[in-house]
């Protein structure tokens, strides 16, 4: 079992970066691969970007490659998504999750945390 918390969400202007952390509970969390969701109202949630367990792999969506960031430190249990250069399209809910799948479909992922929202707007 996993526990995932989020935070760094808020309101930023475009052009602006926000940097959100995902803590993870427990002693197995280099065990999952990770992933960054989001949902904006009225669409389905889609993939942000993941990472593997080691961290040697990254995925990022069209929309966001160049301008956000994932990684992760196994030590701490936490992984994090730097976004830079935020439009308002980025607007959403921003969901961390952890599975043993990794790759774009929400239904790999087995864990999920509550979201955090984003708002980019002048």
Known sequence: QVQLVESGGGLVQPGG???LSCAA???TFS???MGWFRQAPGKER???ASINRSGGYTYYADSVKGRFTISRDNAKNTVYLQM????????AVY????????GVNPA??????QGTQVTVSS
């Open 46 to 48: 889609a993939i942000v």
């Open 84 to 91: 830079n250069s935020l439009k308002p399209e980025d607007t």
């Open 17 to 19: 970066s926000l940097r």
């Open 25 to 27: 509970s427990g002693r």
């Open 95 to 102: 969901y961390c999750a952890a599975g043993m799948g990794i």
């Open 31 to 33: 065990s999952y691969n």
């Open 108 to 113: 790999l992922y087995d864990y999920w945390g």
